[in-house]
């Protein structure tokens, strides 16, 4: 079992920047690909950025919509993976949750293949 808790969401003006985190409870929190999903209100989950285990490099992958001003990072000493988020924009106002996939390297966008979620941190960008 894996339990994650994100923290760092707040309110922003448009341009401005955060950086929300993801604690895990997991000892083999490097073997997990974790990702960051977001979900703004009457709308679906989105994929916004994930990272694959350290042994598989690491690798990252993005949605277009945050392609460039997101970064996805993780500290395995920290069981913690963190998400950069600058230029928000109004848009980008939602619940961001943090998701553990026990795929070591595949970094999937579907939120059907993360089994672990976290609780959730609301994110409000104003204009």
């Known amino acids: 079992q894996v339990q994650l808790v994100e923290s760092g969401g707040g309110v922003v003006q448009a341009g401005g920047s955060l950086r929300l985190s993801c604690a895990a409870s997991?000892?083999?929190?490097?073997?997990?690909?974790m990702g960051w999903f977001r979900q703004a209100p009457a709308k679906g989950r989105e994929f916004v950025a994930a990272?694959?285990?350290?042994?598989?490099?690491?690798?990252?992958r993005y949605a277009e919509s945050v392609k460039g001003r997101f970064t996805i990072s993780r500290d395995n000493a920290k069981n913690t993976v963190y998400l950069q988020s600058n230029s928000l924009k109004p848009e980008d106002t939602a619940i961001y949750y943090c998701a553990a996939s026990g795929s070591r390297n595949y970094i999937g966008t579907s939120p059907n293949i993360y089994a672990y979620w976290g609780q959730g941190t609301q994110v409000t960008v104003s204009s």
């Open positions: 990272i694959n285990s350290s042994s598989s490099g690491g690798s990252t």
């Open positions: 997991a000892r083999t929190f490097s073997s997990y690909t």
